[in-house]
């Protein structure tokens, strides 16, 4: 009797917040907001450690040739260490102290399994976040999760553990070198497109 006992405490300590479709949101012994889909584990939020983060900093990349030297100064990093929920499918963070803030909007497509995160900006905190260029999201990992591609040509082949830029960019103006405008555009900004 003790053990059934021990193993229903074990299993009902975790406290739900908020349920829609396959979503969850719960809070854990390790997490204080914590969002499931299909019992998968995606974000795991607490003050000290924050699922979401603001920056500001200067980025420079040089291109020659297709390739690419680039350089990324974070100046400021800030937690978004509280958060709400907004709605079914909206989850807030911010950062009280600061007035800034943003929005997860979570999607659903049970039937194909799938599930997209939005970022978007609240009104209320649109002056205050014209100072951020950078937002981080930290997704949680299972320990047996590995990390393939990410668009490029990578040393490693698994990439868990290690940090790599994902740089995305426009592809210039045009799409066919013999078209007049993408012929401009390589002649006088070298912005002509592929």
């Known amino acids: 009797v003790l053990l059934a006992f ?3 405490q074990i ?5 739900v917040l908020h349920a829609s479709g396959d979503l969850l949101v719960q809070e854990s012994d390790d997490c204080d907001f914590e969002l499931t889909y299909r019992n998968v584990v995606l974000i795991c939020h607490t003050a000290d450690n924050p699922a ?3 920056g500001s900093g ?5 291109d020659h040739l297709g390739n ?15 958060y709400t929920i907004v709605d ?8 009280a102290d600061f007035g800034v803030g943003l929005n997860l909007k979570v999607f659903q497509e049970n039937e194909l399994g799938l599930l997209e995160i939005q970022i978007e900006h609240p009104d209320e905190y649109a002056e205050a976040m014209k100072d951020f260029n950078r937002i981080w999201l930290n997704i949680v990992a299972e320990s047996n999760e590995f990390v393939y591609g990410g668009g490029e040509q990578y040393t490693y082949l698994n990439l868990r553990g290690r940090e790599y830029p994902i740089w995305v960019r426009e592809q210039g ?9 993408t012929q401009l555009m390589d002649l ?3 912005g002509g497109g592929d």
Do not use: C, P, Q
Request: aromatic content about 12%; hydrophobic content about 40%; cysteine-free.
């Open 188 to 190: 006088y900004s070298k």
């Open 58 to 62: 200067d980025f420079v990349a040089e």
């Open 52 to 54: 979401v983060k603001l």
């Open 68 to 82: 690419f030297e680039l350089n990324d100064t974070v100046h400021l990093t800030l937690n978004l260490r509280d």
């Open 173 to 181: 103006v045009g799409r066919n070198k013999s078209s007049t405008l």
């Open 88 to 95: 079914d499918n909206t989850f807030g963070f911010s950062n």
């Open 6 to 8: 021990v193993i229903f």
């Open 11 to 15: 299993v009902s300590a975790n406290k």
